[in-house]
């Protein structure tokens, strides 16, 4: 199994900047593809940003030109950066990894508050 530990949430002002990290911990040898996704309340949870093992990203329409995600395989952590942040970018924002089976782990997720 994979144990996934978020930081790096908070309040910040329309277009301010926001560094969340993730770390992988447990069975990370198999992990293939990590991202971060987001939930706003009474929505659905969508795909925020997402990386391969190999290095290889997709964005969300939405956070393109602002949003960069980036891992380290040693040790395992997954970072988004967050810029010129928009109210719109509020929500609770979850870090999941994928496994080669496309057995999903979440974390707990972190809140992210942008006030105008």
């Known amino acids: 199994q994979v144990q996934l530990v978020e930081s790096g949430g908070g309040l910040v002002q329309a277009g301010g900047s926001l560094r969340l990290s993730c770390v992988a911990s447990?069975?990370?040898?198999?992990?293939?593809?990590m991202g971060w996704y987001r939930q706003a309340p009474g929505k659905q949870r969508d795909m925020v940003a997402i990386?391969?093992?190999?290095?290889?990203?997709s964005y969300a329409n939405s956070v393109k030109g602002r949003f960069t995600i980036s891992r380290d395989n040693a040790p395992n952590t997954v970072y988004l950066q967050m810029n010129s942040l928009k109210p719109e970018d509020t929500a609770v924002y979850f870090c999941?990894?994928?496994?080669?089976?496309?057995?999903?782990?979440w974390g707990q997720g972190t809140q992210v508050t942008v006030s105008s």
């Open positions: 990386i391969t093992r190999g290095g290889s990203t």
């Open positions: 999941a990894a994928d496994n080669w089976n496309n057995q999903r782990a």
């Open positions: 447990g069975t990370i040898f198999n992990i293939n593809r």
